[in-house]
């Protein structure tokens, strides 16, 4: 059974997928995994014909953060960018589903399944919910950018209850509701319907 686990920026969803991880569920994550695909000759040169040489660091690798701003600030790069890296991690995620297959469900993280039209890639999707303030100030720790980069990243993002009324669960990570105990009975019931 093939598990979509998404949220928001700042969410939590990495939190969550790391409790799935030690619970001997695989987990696919598709960020870090689009982030490898940046090392591929052929991915750094589409990506430079796309937004020029100034995304090179000195060693001639992608700078992921200058990148970040670029894309983040023109939709109509981040839409070419998607055209090129999806097909890719969808690939990876495909041959990695193959490798996992003796696991009772396999997890795939990714944070935009909704807006990127992979819903019907899974059986089922879990969502990590989390009120907007919260996210935001997650990412500032996490991330030290600013509330204006910050909200310039996530407007892309579906909204957090849109994207829970699409979800067949919801894991509420508010930093009040205790999260392990969420995973715990989605575990149980997802080993129930694999069975």
């Known amino acids: 059974m093939k598990v979509g686990l998404t949220g928001n920026m700042g969410s939590g969803k990495t939190t969550v997928s790391s409790i799935f991880t030690t619970l001997n569920i695989p987990v696919f994550h598709a960020d870090d995994e689009a982030k490898r695909m940046y090392q591929r000759d052929e991915v750094r040169d589409q990506v430079i014909s796309l937004t020029g040489p100034d ?71 879990i969502d990590v919910s989390c009120p907007e303030k919260i996210a935001i100030e997650r990412i500032k720790k996490r991330d030290h950018l600013s509330a204006e980069k910050i909200r310039e990243r996530t407007r892309f993002q579906m909204e957090d209850a849109k994207k829970a009324s699409l979800a067949d669960f919801v894991i509420v990570n508010d930093g009040k509701t205790l999260v392990i105990p969420q995973v715990l009975k989605i575990h149980e019931e997802l080993l129930q319907r694999s069975a």
């Open 55 to 125: 995304i090179l660091d000195p060693s001639g690798q992608i700078d992921l953060k200058t990148l970040g701003n670029i894309v983040f600030s023109d939709p109509n790069i981040l839409q070419q960018l998607i055209q090129i890296i999806h097909p890719l991690v969808r690939k990876e995620f495909r041959e990695w589903v193959l490798r996992n297959l003796k696991s009772p469900y396999i997890i795939h993280e990714a944070a935009i399944i909704f807006e990127s039209g992979f819903r019907d890639e899974y059986d089922l999707v």
